[in-house]
């Protein structure tokens, strides 16, 4: 199978994306578990539709596999579920011999991922992303965390998996809301990457099917193939991969100041992109031209988004206390064009109200109906 492989210090893994592959799940797995035993956590809506599917390949692994199922969204990333899987894990007598899968979108990766990096001080573990927000980003680079109150994913560790499994196939009983928000991620590669990633989104998107597989993998395979090699580079984020925050600043400050679970994560990323998008032309008005087109696309999706009231002094509040604070002020990443982007912790918080204030106005003309 077509692998793209992160290549990091301290090893390297397999993303592997196809359609109709999951008959290839069980001789990864296998190569991993090693003689351990194998533990699988499932997001419950996932379950629902493919689990006895995933189930019976994986029981070729291991027979003695132990399953968990875990609630479906947002909220479920807390420490309250944490210490239901905690327990779970220990219960069941889990040593360090043992492998963990997390099957599911971003939230499921997360969760499991920062379980599987605290039990027992580490534990190796893989993922089976089922959503294209998980293919495309939240399953790769070794992010793993909760939430909590004071802000999105602000306790967390860095945890690589061993590897990343993508079927498409998937993707097929996603719901369309579900998809836009993978899209979200996606419209933030192709700032970060330009032609090379607008031209296959804007040909995916002037199609009008959403679940065309062919094209979907393709913009997959991209997505990962973009972040694998920002994470070698810059494993922990201490430079370059502050680039693949473009928008969340935002759309991070947008769930927080809602409640988590109000708008999905990507719906957030593509109302945090387009402020981003202002917020980079408000500092610089010569960028308006460059910036005209991606800023169209970015409209042209966020009619999906649906309608939430959104208090301005709340999201800015939120963006006062965002991780990717340092000493010199708040890191913002800006666009001097798509294909060229950049970290500035120079801008003026007057500059930053007023390029929320103008995303919270684009927002209640272009976003879609109240949900």
Request: hydrophobic share 40%; glycine share 10%; charged share 25%.
């Amino acid at each position: 199978m077509p692998e793209i492989i992160v290549k990091l210090k301290s090893g390297r893994y397999p993303i592997v994306v196809g359609s109709g592959i999951v008959r290839w799940l069980p001789p990864l797995v296998e190569r991993n578990v090693e003689g351990g035993r194998l533990f699988v956590f499932y997001d419950a809506q996932f379950y629902a539709l493919h689990g006895r599917r995933l189930h019976s390949q994986l029981k070729r692994v291991d027979r003695r596999a132990t399953e968990m199922v875990i609630p479906s969204g947002e909220k479920s990333k807390s420490a309250s579920v944490l210490n239901r899987i905690y327990s779970f894990l220990l219960d069941e007598k889990i040593s360090r011999s043992d492998f963990i899968i997390a099957v599911g979108g971003g939230v499921t990766s997360d969760l499991v991922g920062y379980a599987a990096a605290t039990t027992l001080r580490g534990i190796r573990w893989g993922v089976v992303p089922t959503t294209l927000l998980g293919m495309v980003d939240a399953s790769i680079g070794g992010k793993t965390g909760i939430n909590h109150r004071a802000g999105k994913n602000l306790i967390g560790a860095f945890w690589q998996p061993r590897f990343v499994f993508c079927d498409t196939d998937f993707l097929g009983t996603l719901a369309v809301r579900h998809l836009v928000a993978g899209l979200g991620e996606i419209v933030k590669y192709a700032g970060l990457m330009g032609e090379r990633m607008l031209t296959p989104l804007e040909s995916y998107l002037a199609r009008g099917d959403l679940y065309h597989g062919r094209r979907l993998a393709r913009l997959i395979s991209l997505s990962a193939a973009c972040k694998a090699d920002i994470v070698a580079r810059d494993e922990r984020e201490q430079s370059e991969r502050m680039l693949l925050n473009l928008g969340h600043t935002f759309g991070h400050a947008i769930e927080s100041s809602l409640g988590y679970g109000r708008l999905l994560h990507g719906e957030a990323v593509l109302l945090g992109l387009w402020g981003a998008v202002e917020l980079s032309c408000l500092t610089k008005p010569a960028r308006r031209n460059s910036l005209s087109g991606y800023r169209d696309l970015i409209e042209g999706l966020m009619q999906c988004v649906p309608k939430r009231k959104i208090d301005a002094d709340r999201l800015l509040e939120a963006v006062r206390i965002d991780k990717k604070r340092s000493r010199r002020g708040l890191n913002y990443v800006l666009l001097e064009r798509p294909g060229r982007p950049f970290i500035s912790a120079a801008v003026r918080p007057s500059i930053v109200k007023e390029a929320v204030r103008a995303m919270l106005r684009m927002y209640a003309v272009t976003g879609g109906a109240n949900a």
